[in-house]
Nanobody
Framework: QVQLVESGGGSVQAGGSLRLSCAAS????????MGWFRQAPGKEREGVAV???????RYADSVKGRFTISSDNGQNTLYLQMNSLKPEDTGMYYC??????????????????WGQGTQVTVSS
């Protein structure tokens, strides 16, 4: 099973930027689609951005134009560049992998592996 480890979280003021990384086991990207998810205190985990195995990407409406999901296949690393951060972006951010060509932003139960998460805190 693929192993995932997130990093890059931290505290930032509104309008700032952070870049999250998710290090994955070898030979991940040819077999999995992957995504970023977040969970705010007292709320359900939600999809933020996904990257299909063919490189296609999709974003939650709340982050479109501000966040960018990308990967470095040579390093088996998934990234989430987050710009123009808002206090409502605060939460624990997780990466996940699904043994499928196309990922879902909504059906979190489909994912086969999850990282432990990295905390993002945005202050106003």
């Amino acid at each position: 099973q693929v192993q995932l480890v997130e990093s890059g979280g931290g505290s930032v003021q509104a309008g700032g930027s952070l870049r999250l990384s998710c290090a994955a086991s070898a030979y991940t990207y040819s077999s999995y689609c992957m995504g970023w998810f977040r969970q705010a205190p007292g709320k359900e985990r939600e999809g933020v951005a996904v990257r299909d195995s063919d490189g296609s990407t999709r974003y939650a409406d709340s982050v479109k134009g501000r966040f960018t999901i990308s990967s470095d296949n040579g390093q088996n690393t998934l990234y989430l560049q987050m710009n123009s951060l808002k206090p409502e972006d605060t939460g624990m951010y997780y990466c996940a992998a699904d043994w499928a060509a196309r990922c879902s932003l909504l059906r979190l139960y489909l994912y086969d592996a999850w990282g432990q998460g990295t905390q993002v805190t945005v202050s106003s």
